[in-house]
């Protein structure tokens, strides 16, 4: 993901042991240029020695500063990095020390790839007198990110921090941009807007992985969600996050395949392969691939190879240099040079 920033945060120690919600949520509100300090936070919370604070008082304080609060759990790492890298700070509640109680701390940052992420966490009660902050590799990360109560863990919880009434006291609208609904195994068709931050981090994400050895050619996430006209996607695994896409948009043909990707799971590549071949076995829907694919395509699959020079040249209607042997073209990609094509499918023609 191209990041644009990450929370401003300026880390500060808690001045008493119970009051780590009250300062976790001072520092979130100060990154997002509400100016206050501990007690005054505090004030509007009301934790108590031996008794710490509910969520539901910190999305009352949150609002009572003006700001926007959004409680997720179970929260995912990419969901909190696409936080962070728009510059909005995160609290959460994890137990760092394994203790009996859970605690509150900040996250301002997460860098790194997906599997390898690294936490960037304001800590307001580290045991190092000397030190504010901590970095946390995310399996260590994963294995701390809960909340005790009485018979069960809460997983993952956390919740961003965003400002809602401007600085001269203009209302400052929340996004509108829907969360597209994921059932295990079930493929969805949705246009990009309906893709929230989490979700087109997550398809940016499989872009990046399935294209990183054969060459990428989309340079950002707002460039891939720009793309294309609509994205089908599916959830193999059942924890509601996208797997496996296949992106296309309209053309005088009929429906192009632009890209295609998988999370690199046996799963998730079979996923793809079998939505993509289904497209193209329909009428009005075509694609450009490589040698191999085609190969796979057509052998495993019946998918059809377009071998009508005229009608790919047609079709394509770029420069390109037709292999009369291989029934294929070559012809230049922005960001990739020459590259060897077969179209496939059923275009309208």
Request: charged share 30%.
């Amino acid at each position: 993901m191209r990041r644009s920033a990450k929370a401003d945060v300026n880390p500060i120690r808690q001045r008493s042991q119970f009051s780590c919600v009250a300062t976790s949520t001072c520092m979130a509100l100060n990154a997002v240029g509400v100016k206050c300090n501990e007690d005054q936070v505090n004030q509007v919370i009301g934790a108590k020695p031996m008794q710490g604070a509910r969520w539901e008082e910190v999305l009352a304080c949150a609002q009572y500063f003006g700001c926007r609060a959004t409680l997720t759990t179970p929260a995912t790492l990419t969901q909190v990095k696409a936080w962070t890298d728009e510059g909005k700070p995160v609290l959460i509640a994890w137990n760092p020390e394994g203790r009996d109680w859970s605690h509150a701390s900040l996250i301002f940052d997460v860098t790194g790839e997906k599997g390898s992420y690294v936490v960037h966490v304001a800590d307001p009660n580290l045991p190092n007198p000397d030190k504010t902050t901590r970095e946390v590799s995310e399996d260590d990360f994963y294995s701390k990110w809960y909340e005790k109560w009485p018979n069960y863990l809460v997983r993952r919880p956390a919740l961003m921090i965003e400002r809602e009434i401007s600085e001269d006291g203009r209302q400052i609208m929340a996004s509108r941009i829907a969360r597209v609904h994921l059932e295990r195994k079930k493929w969805v068709e949705a246009p990009p807007r309906q893709f929230d931050l989490n979700q087109q981090e997550q398809i940016w994400t499989i872009y990046d992985l399935s294209y990183a050895k054969v060459g990428k050619h989309i340079s950002s996430k707002s460039a891939l969600m720009s793309n294309y006209d609509l994205f089908w996607v599916v959830d193999v695994e059942g924890d509601k996050e996208i797997d496996a896409f296949v992106s296309y948009s309209s053309t005088p043909f009929g429906k192009k395949i632009g890209l295609i990707g998988s999370d690199g799971t046996s799963e998730g590549r079979n996923a793809m392969l079998m939505k993509g071949a289904e497209l193209l076995l329909k009428r009005g829907w075509y694609a450009e691939v490589d040698s191999r694919f085609a190969r796979l395509l057509k052998k495993r699959l019946g998918v059809n190879h377009v071998q009508d020079e005229d009608q790919v040249r047609t079709i394509i209607n770029k420069p390109l240099e037709w292999d009369e042997d291989k029934k294929c073209y070559t012809r230049n990609l922005d960001g990739k040079g020459d590259v060897v094509k077969y179209l496939v499918g059923l275009p309208t023609i």
